[in-house]
């Protein structure tokens, strides 16, 4: 399979503001996007996707920079996602750090006298999130989406799309995700963020005037995070309780040291914090874990996710979850899908028993991209232009129960 | 049950070196200890409570400052572990910040000056805090410990006591332990041990000279000891997703800050985090997690715990884990057990379906207190000069394959 090869991101200008969850607005934004694949006469084949903390609308191919897609894997020609059929959209969400605007950009206000937002940056939600998105869509000339897609966070923004537009989208895929998070949940996001704001080059989240970049903050925060992407089991697989190669002197098999490094997982977790704390901006991760720390859709339902979703249950969903997620386990992806049942949505469930934790959803697992294939060839026969050559299905697609609920699990869990 | 009452902490001090397993010493040091109880004319009813990370000598009655100690509920006159049938003695390990020599001390070394160790207190191991003990234990007239008693990092010691000293062990009772650290638990102490050596004012940890204390760091390490103690369904229990009372304004659910405190499980974090950083000291905190890290007694046996116990054969035991304990599982206890069946060492295992997570060996679940209560009998049977009255069970003991394995399961573990 080949990639979508070299990709240039756009940006579309919004002058009209966005109105947010907050009561605040967002003024006279930019959003960055990528799109693989063609668009089809009936412009009904495109498909969005949605990225989570540390990701952005550099999906596929090979940027500009030489970065390989985030989800390059599942995307491309003749990939699960097959950009030979539809048409993809990769977007950046406002408040990133990686195009759209964010905290890093001019703040328009007047008042700010052409400072940086830093942490005057408004408060954004997954709910803003896809309200920026539906207006890119629209201006792209797409009524409905054929389907929209995301891990993680991406998926709660996919399921979102589903409670603030169900008639602008056909398929929901939500993958590696949650209804909202968990007490523990907040609780890592808490730490990394009380990390960030700490340290004494945070300046109140005001850090780009006073010259200073907050990387002791980012580097705690990442290795936390890191922490929580991963299963124990793999981490156990991966590192173990190995030493550093050159750590023992005189034969021994430590150095007895506080801190100097010990332990590869050690030194692997150094590692990722101090090239993350090169790239990422801390305002966003704020902004970023905050948006996790507030999406509950079933609150403004008295905590009934089945009301929630009643608006959704034209939408068709996948759900997958990954057996040694912990970060979002599969009980949480469950409790989605008894929502939608409790509807009578139709909905497709996978449980994939893979090793890697909750990064699985960005891996590229056999079972679980054959989950994936099956559906796309299933949302592509729904398309009203779908050309019958390509239509013709070449792999089963996921069984439905034409219309009824469906629960399809691969693999087990114990 | 009443408790020991008012305890005045005894020290001991020692003028021989301490040989250490990283191969430097430790020089003229004191330990501080408690002691609750008689020891008997024949001094064999002596029980040694060994601590975890954040605890000292002080476990049981109420210390001249007013704290009752971290064990109060299962040690004292009627408790678990009956002090009108045992000695129990509380010591706390050097490196410690509560009392015994530690980072916060004078280093006598004539080239410090009359300097505080700070970061040059010599790196301390779980078997060079056996040793330590064993030194005192013998000061004390003690041949032979009725018990070893300890969770977690204690349940570390209790267990080195019956690898280093089997003939001066009788019962070894090894609580929400593990037999060595997961990668993931090395990964959590890094994370801690970078938010505090990162620490502007940690100075390498030379900060006493320079006048700082590096509560920051403390303040986030804490934060992430605390996640790992507790279960997600006790956090979720707990807190859930509660805001705070006083945070919603003009009726609103949230703040919409990523800076201010939303939910109550952060509120709650925060308040654990100042507490600790007010008390607890960053060199003692980094030697700690480092011994945590460092305990894997396999490891002299090519990884093969069985051939590491075969040495401690005649001792017996007691393994109690808790079904919610992430951090260390029930299958690490599992571990345990199976290297003292393999050499037909007398166990007694109790899995107890508790849902407080990793501290639940601190509270004071009935299950879990009925085993102690029932071991601690049995144990008491065995004392030579046993008061005959006293030793008639009134409650039934743990039952014994005389001498064969013996495998007890409290409560489920799905």
Redesign the interface.
Known sequence: MVSVGRIEPQAMHFAEPLPL????QLNDYTLVYETYGTLNAARDNAVLVCHALNASHHVAGVSPQGDTGWWDNLVGPGKPLDTNRFFVIGINNPGSCFGSTGPTHVNPDPAANGRVYG?DF??VTVEDWVDAQARLIERLGIARLAAVLGGSLGGMQALAWTLRYPERVAHCVAVATAP?????N???N??A???I????DFH??HYTEAGTIPK?GL??AR??GH?TY?S?DS??A????ATRSESPVDG???N????DI??Q??SY??YQ?DKFSEYFDA?TY??IT?AL??F?PA?GHDGDLSAAFAIARACRFLVVSFTTDWRFAPQRSREIVKALVDNRAEVSYAEIDAPHGHDAFLLEDPRYHSVMRAYFERVAQGLATRDERRAAPSRPAVPSGDGAPYSAREGSSS
Do not use: W
């Open positions: 969850t907050s009561g605040k942490a408004p408060v909202k998070l968990s007490a523990q907040i609780a890592f808490e730490v963020r009380r990390a704001v700490t340290d004494p109140g989240g002791r580097r705690v290795m936390i922490i991963l124990d981490m156990e991966k590192f173990g309780r021994a098999r430590h007895y040291s506080t801190q010990e332990f997982v050690e977790l150094r914090g305002n704020l902004l905050r720390d507030y509950d609150h």
